[in-house]
């Protein structure tokens, strides 16, 4: 199966500022990563995903990094904007059977973005 | 598109009580999942379907926790009693058939369930 989790439970930043979120996680057979962003009163939404055979993926402000050698992957969100403020997840599959498909999530960092 | 809808949104039951969530996902995904959230937590799975079919449910307290996706389309998920410990936010989610996109689950807003 897989376990992941986050350095840090907070995170809080300035306005304009670029953040960066981290997970770590324990299969090294792990092939997929998604991170998503949870408001306040709403679901889990999908940010950005990366499988294993990259490095590095990019979307609009949103920058996800894998470092499979240490079983790290980061968030880089730039620019950060007051609408940025949410819990952070990483999540990522248990590989195989009946599993397929299922998300082990790690706990979440609260970040909190100040004007 | 419309997103996964659920209902009610907020519940507060009392302890022993059953309680009943609704969950329709969006069109055109037959894999639907159900969460449970913490306090604090990331989602745990509770249960996932293919179709009516309930392909994992090895997470799910079967002696108090039932679902059903009877039509594969729109599901309930059902707990009798409850307990203090089911206080959680109830997740929905739903995710595309192609294998490559199986992972890109999609969840509805949750309902938010306190037994007292």
């Known amino acids: 199966g897989e376990s992941v989790g986050l350095h840090l439970p907070t995170l809080s930043v300035q306005e304009g500022d670029n953040s960066i979120i981290n997970c770590a996680y324990s299969n090294s057979a792990s092939d997929y990563f998604i991170w998503y962003k949870q408001e306040s009163g709403k679901g889990p939404q999908f940010i950005i995903d990366i499988r294993s055979n990259m490095d590095k993926r990019q979307g609009q402000r949103v920058t996800v990094l894998l470092n499979k050698t240490v079983k790290h992957l980061s968030l880089q969100i730039a620019a950060t904007q007051p609408g940025d403020s949410a819990v952070y997840f990483c999540a990522g599959p248990n590989a195989g059977g009946t599993s397929y498909g299922k998300l082990t999530f790690g706990q979440g960092t609260i970040l909190t973005v100040h004007p | 598109e419309a997103g996964v809808v659920q209902s009610p949104r907020y519940k507060i039951i009392e302890k022993k009580q059953p309680v009943a969530f609704w969950c329709n996902p969006i069109s055109g995904h037959n894999t639907l999942y159900w969460y449970r959230q913490n306090l604090g937590q990331g989602p745990e799975l509770l249960i996932r379907?293919?179709?009516?079919?309930?392909?994992?449910d090895s997470q799910l307290p079967k002696d108090r926790f039932s679902a059903e996706r009877l039509k594969g389309v729109d599901s309930t998920l059902k707990i009798q009693p409850a307990e203090l410990g089911d206080s959680a936010v109830y997740l929905c989610?739903?995710?595309?058939?192609?294998?490559?996109?199986?992972?890109?689950?999609?969840f509805g807003p949750g309902t938010r369930l306190t037994v007292t």
């Open positions: 379907y293919e179709n009516e079919e309930a392909v994992d």
């Open positions: 989610a739903s995710s595309p058939d192609h294998l490559d996109r199986s992972y890109e689950q999609y």
